[in-house]
C-alpha cells in the first residue's frame, strides 16, 4: 500500500459520507467503514481511478477493487498485463502486490447507493490531485467510468468538453501525463455487455504503448 501522507485515514468533511459509515460499521462491524486509501506501487507511471469504494468490496476490505464483482476483470487485466502478481483480491493479507500501477478512488469513502453528490466529489478532490502530483513525467491515468473521468479533468483545471469521456479514448494533459478513460467495469456494466474482458485488455494495449512510448 503507498504510504501516503496526503492522504486522512480519519478525514470528515463530508457529513452525508461520515454519517453513514458510522451506520455501516455498527451493521457490519469487521468492516473497514473508513475512506480507502490508494493501494499499490507508489512509483507508478500508471494510476487507475475508479469512483468510490462498494459497500461489500473496498469498504469492507479498506483496499480498492478488492473483495467485489467490479474487481475482478481490473485485476484480471492487471494481472495479465503485468502489474499484479496474482489475478483475484479477495482481501488485505492475500499477498497482493502491484508493480508500476496505483489504484484509487475518485471519492475515498462508500456513498449511499454508490452515488456520491457532486459536492462529495468537489471536496475529495484535493486528495486525487495530490497523488496526480507524485506521478513521474509521462505517467499514464485510467479513469474508470464518467465520474472518475470528470475528477481527473478538475484537478486540471479542464472542462468536460475539453475531453469528452467515451470508452477507449486518450487525451493528452497539460503537465504530459495522458489521460485514458473506459467504462466502468462494475457488474451491471458487465452484465449488459457494456464492457468485456476483451475491451477492457484493449484499453491496457493502448496504455502498454503510451507507457513504451514514454521510457
Do not use: W
Not at 478525514?11 to 473497514?32: D, G, I, Q
Not at 467503514?33 to 507508489?42: I, N
Not at 479477495?90 to 502491484?98: F, H, K, S, V
Amino acid at each position: 500500500m503507498s504510504n501516503s501522507s496526503y492522504f486522512k485515514q480519519d478525514c470528515k468533511a463530508c457529513p452525508r459520507l461520515s454519517e453513514f459509515l458510522c451506520e455501516v460499521k455498527a451493521k457490519y462491524p469487521a468492516y473497514h467503514a473508513l475512506p480507502v486509501p490508494p493501494f499499490g506501487d507508489p512509483e507508478a507511471r500508471l494510476l487507475v481511478v475508479g469512483l468510490a469504494p462498494g459497500m461489500h468490496g473496498a469498504n469492507a476490505t479498506g483496499r480498492p477493487f478488492t473483495g467485489d464483482y467490479a474487481g475482478l476483470l481490473l485485476y484480471q487485466a492487471l494481472y495479465d498485463f503485468g502489474y499484479s502478481n496474482q489475478l483475484e483480491s479477495t482481501n488485505l493479507a492475500d499477498g497482493l502486490q502491484l508493480s508500476n500501477c496505483r489504484i484509487t478512488n475518485a471519492v475515498k469513502c462508500l456513498p449511499p447507493q454508490n452515488k456520491p453528490t457532486g459536492d462529495e466529489i468537489k471536496q475529495c478532490n484535493p486528495y486525487l490531485a495530490a497523488e496526480i502530483k507524485t506521478l513521474p513525467k509521462h505517467s499514464v491515468i485510467l479513469a474508470l467510468g464518467n465520474i472518475a473521468h470528470q475528477a481527473v479533468l478538475r484537478v486540471y483545471g479542464l472542462k468536460s468538453g475539453e475531453a469528452k469521456f467515451a470508452h477507449h479514448v486518450s487525451f493528452a494533459l497539460p503537465d504530459g501525463n495522458t489521460l485514458v478513460s473506459s467504462y466502468h467495469c462494475s457488474r451491471y456494466n458487465v452484465q449488459t455487455k457494456r464492457l468485456s474482458m476483451e475491451m477492457l485488455a484493449a484499453v491496457f494495449v493502448t496504455i502498454q504503448n503510451l507507457l513504451s512510448a514514454r521510457d
